[in-house]
């Protein structure tokens, strides 16, 4: 694994109220003089003065041969207010061999692995939700410590470009009115912004086209009564839509002991709540029940550690007549065709030393790395295929089928490591 460091995230420019400024189309090339309609990507840097698009977080990547390219990760950020945007981009170069990943915001995973010849041309797009804390209603969500400067609550669209000499050629950024996908959940759910810990929910976005949106308002730490607390059920009430989804997965923190458990009567009062408020508005509830922590009997089966909360979030689903993804299940049978020693490679365990300053081994087994999160989310997405759930009909064509008692091995994941590092596990109760 190669490791660049660790670092804080950097933001530039202080978050502004939301829906100040009506959304902005951006159609920016890769050159240092643009044709008529687009602008120029070359020697801009976002915040600069008052610029409001360019390259940010890390260094600028070298413009030539058409592109913009760099054997290290790049950034380009546009300001944008709250939205869904269509985001369409052109990869690879004139000069040489490319394999390019996309990432939206804080890491989340839109287009993977593309590989470019030398003057080959890859055209790609994807939706990105674009949030800032304030609510439409005059409240604001309160934002953690660890969420302050977070590329998913800024006031601008930031891209990743990564891989083997990354390289894009043009970046199309248009407003678009299509389905969102609301997601409230945990750390296991959310979009973690830092190496070497990922969440199914920021994977999901790769595995569907164009005409839908991601929105990922999970947090680490979160419980149901939380999440309603701190006005993230209010941040997604303000915006959903007819035709819309809320996805909720909890249970992680709420079945812990102390200030923030929540009972399973108050557990299940609250999914009923937003299963109406969701219904209220024309959206559709989807209930995702927890996925097993890493925890082994002797004779290599999975120890349930959730209590009774996904069996109640299965006896609502039923009574409410409800779209159930019950990945508890699931993740009971990947994880035990993975077995105690395959897991490790999935959750978050790496010797010391694997990381800059990790002087000593990290040793999670609530959280995952990329290629663990990737199999959830594969878990996901084929429970909505055999579900019949409507969200399937907005899958890219051409997804392989997933068993789940049939794991993919660990180098299935190849996308090289971000540039930002953290030893520190989410933030739970």
């Known amino acids: ?25 951006f159609h920016l090339e890769c050159a240092s003089r643009a044709r008529h309609g687009a602008q120029a990507l070359a020697g801009t840097r976002y915040g600069e003065g008052e610029q409001n698009f360019g390259f940010d977080l890390l260094a600028s990547p070298q413009v030539s041969g058409g592109a913009c390219q760099s054997d290290a990760p790049f950034f380009v950020s546009v300001t944008e207010p709250d939205g869904d945007y269509r985001v369409t981009v052109v990869l690879g170069n004139d000069a040489t061999r490319a394999v390019t990943t996309v990432k939206a915001e804080a890491r989340r995973l839109m287009v993977e692995q593309v590989s470019t010849r030398p003057g080959q041309k890859a055209k790609r797009s994807f939706v990105v939700n674009v949030r800032t804390p304030e609510v439409k209603t005059g409240e604001r969500v309160r934002l953690k410590p660890r969420e302050i400067g977070n590329l998913d609550w800024d006031d601008k669209l930031t ?19 299509v389905p969102t996908v609301y997601i409230a959940g945990d750390s296991t759910v959310v979009d973690q912004d830092k190496e070497p810990w990922a969440a199914w929910g920021q994977i999901l976005p790769v595995f569907f086209n164009d005409k839908i949106a991601i929105a990922n308002e999970a947090e680490s730490g979160e419980t149901i009564a939380s999440f309603a607390g701190e006005h993230r059920f209010d941040k997604i009430f303000s915006a959903i839509r007819p035709g819309d989804f ?35 508005r024309g959206a559709h509830p989807v209930l995702v029940t927890s996925m097993n922590r890493r925890f082994f009997t002797r004779g290599g089966k999975i120890k349930p550690t959730l209590g009774d909360y996904p069996r109640a979030m ?24 993975m077995g105690p020693e395959g897991t490790l490679e999935a959750f978050v365990h790496y010797p010391a030393n694997t990381f800059p300053q990790q002087a000593r081994p990290l040793a999670d087994n609530t959280h995952f790395n990329s290629y663990g999160a990737l199999e959830l989310a594969k878990c996901i997405v084929q429970s909505m295929r055999d579900r019949h759930l409507r969200l399937a009909k907005f899958l890219s064509h051409g997804i392989p089928l997933f068993d789940p008692a049939s794991p993919d091995p660990p180098g299935i994941w190849s996308v090289p490591p971000d540039p930002f590092w953290s030893l520190h596990a989410p933030y739970e109760r």
Do not use: W
Not at 165 to 170: A, E, L, Q
């Open 159 to 177: 891209l990743e470009f990564i891989g083997q000499n990354p390289s894009v050629r043009t970046i199309e950024i248009t407003p678009v009115k």
């Open 1 to 25: 694994m190669r490791c660049r460091g660790l670092t804080a995230f950097l933001v530039v420019g202080a978050i502004v109220p939301a829906f100040a400024a009506p959304p902005a189309s």
């Open 246 to 280: 809320l996805m909720m997965q909890f249970a992680h923190n709420d079945q812990k002991p102390g200030r923030g458990f929540v009972p399973i009567p108050q557990y299940e009062e609250l999914l009923i709540r937003y299963i109406d408020l969701a219904r209220e």
């Open 314 to 337: 299965r006896e609502v689903a039923r009574e409410q007549k409800a779209a159930l993804i019950d990945l508890n299940a699931i993740s009971k049978t990947l994880f035990e065709a």
